[in-house]
């Protein structure tokens, strides 16, 4: 049985299942939102995500997980979830997009989840990937991490129609992207910064009414392959290429299988065949809301994509806790 088949009854309720992962992982952190302690906050959204991956019906393997060694505990790269007797799946998961965000009470912390078919996503170390995406309506051309900035938003706002000063460009604010910054500046375009969450970054290029057109910078190699998962179902363009700053990085890199790691994967070799991605927002964010705590009670914000569909829906979760609850 295809893991994805549009007849099958597991394929109907993968979505919902993938949101309720992710609800749980957000409404666990959010009980330590500016706790400051991010290590306690982590754990939490770990624990809640692995036990909602315990019910999932999919025989799963975590191939994109937590930082970590194979065995070091739950949600890490190898690791059997699920139930027996149903369809094979993959899936490639982040709790917490953010601990800090969440540690210090900031904004745009998300926890991510997405499924695919057995082999479906690109298995990576937990090291940087360099990336570059836009949404849907632009040229696959219009990107590629060998060329200038410079040339890529020219190559986009011709693409789009526009001036390159129409253009918002969003990247993380780190030192590692200074010269970049003061490039995309000299050739015109407004900037966006955030602070972590580079895959809601990646995400905001595909939203139809967003104000970012380009995604460009260095950031997690997981949160690559989860950022490609999603612009599966928006139809988005991305190229990632892995970073290697060291011997260990290049260690890494060989010991999960990568033989070139100059190689640029296009959005469909980072996340093949039917893919389903979802996000529930921990706190405040550009694309969903944080978590609202209640006595006895929750409300989250969670988006789902289908890449079979190319459908996205945005779900609003009440969660009562004073009943015995079986999901």
């Not at 966006?192 to 905001?204: C, E, K, N």
């Not at 011997?247 to 790691?261: C, N, R, Y």
């Amino acid at each position: 049985m295809a893991l994805m088949n549009e007849t099958s009854a597991p394929d109907r309720n993968l979505a919902l299942e993938a949101v309720r992962a992710t609800e749980a992982a957000a409404i666990a952190a959010a009980r330590f939102l500016g706790g400051g302690d991010e290590r306690a906050a982590d754990e939490a959204a770990v624990s809640a995500m692995h036990r909602a991956l315990g019910k999932f019906q999919v025989e799963g393997t975590i191939r994109i997980g937590e930082a970590g060694g194979e065995g070091s505990g739950p949600l890490f790269a190898g690791q059997q979830v699920g139930m027996d007797g149903f369809p094979k799946a993959d899936i490639a998961l982040v709790a917490i997009e953010g601990t800090s965000i969440v540690a210090r009470g900031g904004y745009n912390a998300i926890s991510v989840l997405a499924m695919a078919e057995e082999g479906g996503f690109l298995e990576v170390p937990d090291i940087y990937m360099d990336k570059i995406a836009v949404g849907v309506g632009i040229s696959p051309d219009a990107i590629d991490l060998d060329r200038d900035i410079a040339e890529n938003l020219a190559a986009v706002a011709e693409s789009k129609g526009a001036a390159v000063s129409d253009l918002v460009v969003c990247l993380l604010d780190r030192p590692r992207h200074g010269q970049l910054v003061a490039k995309i500046r000299d050739a015109g375009a407004r900037i966006q910064l955030i602070l972590d969450g580079d895959v809601s970054g990646v995400v905001a290029t595909g939203l139809p009414e967003n104000s970012v057109d380009i995604y460009v910078g260095i950031g997690g190699a997981r949160q690559g392959v989860l950022a490609a998962a999603a612009l599966r179902g928006l139809g988005g363009h991305m190229q990632g290429r892995l970073v290697i700053r060291s011997a260990v990085d290049g260690a890494k890199a060989q010991a999960s299988g990568i033989e070139d790691p100059d190689y640029k994967y296009g959005v469909d070799e980072m996340a093949r065949g039917h893919v389903t991605f979802a996000a529930t927002g921990v706190t405040q964010g550009p694309l969903l809301d944080g978590v609202r705590l209640y006595q006895g009670s929750a409300i989250t914000h969670s988006m789902v994509m289908r890449s079979r569909t190319g459908t996205f829906r945005f779900f609003e979760g009440h969660h009562d806790f004073t009943r015995s609850r079986k999901d």
